[in-house]
Every structure is written in structure tokens, then in C-alpha cells.
């Protein structure tokens, strides 16, 4: 009869765990990894950070030599998923998008393609410099010290020359958004 254990003691961290918080491993005597996820993970973390560009090169290297593969499986798999979930999918990437982060985070993209990209219709925007370090920053600036809600307004820069930074940034209405363009 083959016992079953419910907790283990994890080796990193020293605290008995639930079974379900460490990896499997086959070649160990019950089948589960000697440290818990979080230590792993945090052993994984540390690892990368001190051997970073290493870890790039043979990531580099790998892809190189097995490209064709890789990119065959990538395709197939996202179409042949794509295919079968895409009204779950659109429904689901809808919704987000018409949540005040979601709208944001869409808004911020199209700040860093134009910016990235001035030529063209994005020609006014050659010097113009998106200084937001991610995402997340400008959602936390616009919701917590702008207090806006952006759904239904336009993003608009209070000095036209100035960057996309805080301090820099309004959401106005369409309509003073096209009288703005006189100034």
C-alpha cells in the first residue's frame, strides 16, 4: 500500500508545505522536488540576475539553430487555438479594453508606436519622448493624480512641445482637442 503525504518540509525555506507547492520531479523517492515554487522561483530570479547575459546568448544561440521549429510550432499553435476560442478571446480582450486600465494601457501603446514612429502622419512628433517608464506607471499617474477617467476623451499635451511626461498630460474632450490645434 503506497502512502500518500499530505506536507512536506521545503529545503530552501525550512517550512513544512502543502504538497501541492512543490514541482514534480521523477527521479526523487516521492516524486516532488526538494524546495517549494517560491524558493525556486526565487533561486531562478537570482540565477538569471547574476548570469543575465549568458542566459541571453544561449537563448540567442537556441533560437538560431532551431528557428524553423520554433516558429512552426508558435504559428500552428496560436491559430489553431485562435481558431477555436476567438469569440471568448475578442469577448475577453472587449471587456478588458473597457476597463479604465485597459483603456489606458491601449492609450499608453499608441503613445509609445507614435512616438517610436515619427514619419509620416506621426511627423509632429520627431523629438517628442514618451519619459513614462512603463505602462503601469502612467496608468498609476492618470488614475491616483489626475483623478480622470480617460473613456470617452483624448489624451493632450499642455506644452506642445513638451515630452509625454507628468505634469505634461490632459484628457480632454474631441471637440477642445481640435480647437487646441490653432494654438
Request: charged share 35%.
Amino acid at each position: 500500500m503506497i502512502e500518500t503525504i499530505e506536507k512536506k518540509i521545503c529545503s530552501g525555506c525550512s517550512i513544512a508545505k502543502f504538497v501541492s507547492e512543490f514541482c514534480k520531479d521523477r527521479s526523487t523517492k516521492d516524486g516532488l522536488r526538494a524546495c517549494c515554487r517560491e524558493c525556486a522561483a526565487a533561486y531562478r530570479r537570482k540565477y538569471y540576475k547574476n548570469n543575465r547575459e549568458g542566459e541571453l546568448l544561449y537563448r540567442e544561440e537556441y533560437y538560431r539553430e532551431n528557428r524553423g521549429e520554433i516558429l512552426r510550432k508558435q504559428i500552428g499553435r496560436d491559430k489553431e487555438y485562435y481558431a477555436k476560442h476567438q469569440e471568448k478571446i475578442l469577448c475577453r480582450c472587449k471587456e478588458y479594453r473597457g476597463t479604465c486600465r485597459g483603456h489606458l494601457k491601449q492609450i499608453f501603446n499608441n503613445i509609445k508606436k507614435r512616438v517610436a514612429n515619427p514619419v509620416g502622419r506621426n511627423a509632429c512628433y520627431k523629438g517628442i519622448q514618451n519619459r513614462f517608464k512603463s505602462s503601469d506607471d502612467f496608468v498609476d499617474y492618470v488614475i491616483n493624480e489626475l483623478k480622470v477617467d480617460p473613456r470617452g476623451l483624448q489624451i493632450d499635451r499642455i506644452d506642445n512641445d513638451g515630452h509625454y511626461e507628468k505634469g505634461n498630460i490632459r484628457f480632454v474632450t474631441c471637440k477642445e482637442n481640435c480647437n487646441n490645434r490653432g494654438r
